[in-house]
């Protein structure tokens, strides 16, 4: 019960504050279903033109018998569509003596939103990502490199499909993770089935992430990730119940050169 406590307490603090830039300015004529199809729309592929801070990858709390995986994740757009990003993971080891952090994550982004709206794609980001986590000695790791992500939506039937592909080229790596490559390929690519139930209360999403292997070909390397977003029908659980099933490399860059596999529910904010 503890756990579950320290898992709402945090999920809610930082939630609250995106929360209260995403709402700032809503339209009072479009539905519950439908601002929610509008912010995530404007976090992943289009443009928010009123509000410069909001949301950009998943924002999540989930954890199982072994610990817990927290994901907050907020960009803001310093002028016309270029944008400064910041996603933290963390590894928290709720059960051990002390809840030390296994690996904590820092992932700052800055990318230029290029809006094409075109059948085949919404918006192309160009940038620079990092991916660090803050460590010295043996464990310390770091990862530079140049990103192109296109970024589109299909409707088929009730379904929103979101859909991206990203390819990386690398800057610079550290002298501990010299090998990252073969285990986190250049290009990766993520699916989103938004309501598949079709229905206006009750929402279930499911999304798929595929990391690429060695040299973008092989795939005994590289992540496959799939998630499952249920919306509860009750106007006041703003949050969706999420479930994650993760398998392969590099879930934690601490651990990039790992095989793992793991389940974890929890909460997420904002499919």
């Known amino acids: 019960m503890r756990h579950i406590l320290i898992l709402l307490t945090l999920f809610v603090a930082f939630n609250a504050f995106a929360l209260e830039s995403e709402e700032g300015e809503t339209d009072p004529t479009l539905t519950e279903r439908e601002v929610r199809d509008k912010q995530v729309r404007e976090a992943l592929i289009s443009s928010r033109k009123e509000q410069n801070f909001s949301l950009y990858k998943l924002n999540y709390g989930i954890l199982n018998d072994d610990d ?19 996603t933290n993971l963390i590894l928290w080891d709720i059960y051990e003596d ?83 490559n073969d285990y986190s390929g250049p290009w990766d690519t993520n699916l989103v089935f938004r ?12 999304s798929f992430k595929l990391v690429s292997g060695k040299e973008g070909y092989t795939f005994n390397t590289g992540q496959k990730v799939v998630g499952l977003h249920y919306r509860m029908p009750y106007a006041a659980f703003r949050p969706t119940i999420f479930a994650q099933y993760f398998y392969g490399y590099g879930e934690l860059i601490k651990h990039y050169n790992v095989k793992s596999e793991s389940f974890r529910a929890g909460l997420s904010f904002h499919y």
């Not at 709206?117 to 192309?124: R, V």
């Not at 309501?195 to 499911?206: A, I, M």
Request: overall charge negative.
């Open 68 to 86: 817990l995986l927290l994901q907050y994740s907020f960009k803001y757009r310093i002028i016309e569509e270029f944008y400064l990003a910041y």
């Open 98 to 180: 002390g809840m030390p952090a296994e690996d904590n994550n820092f992932m700052p982004e800055a990318f230029y939103r290029f809006l094409i709206d075109k059948k085949w794609g919404s918006s192309i980001d160009a940038g620079w990502f990092h991916r660090s986590n803050g460590r010295q000695g043996p464990d310390s790791r770091a990862w530079d490199r140049w990103q192109v992500r296109l970024n589109s939506e299909h409707q088929w039937r009730n379904l929103n499909i979101l859909w991206s592909v990203t390819a990386y080229t690398d800057i610079d790596k550290s002298s501990n993770n010299q090998d990252i």
């Open 195 to 206: 309501n598949l139930l079709g229905d206006q209360k009750r929402e279930l999403d499911l």
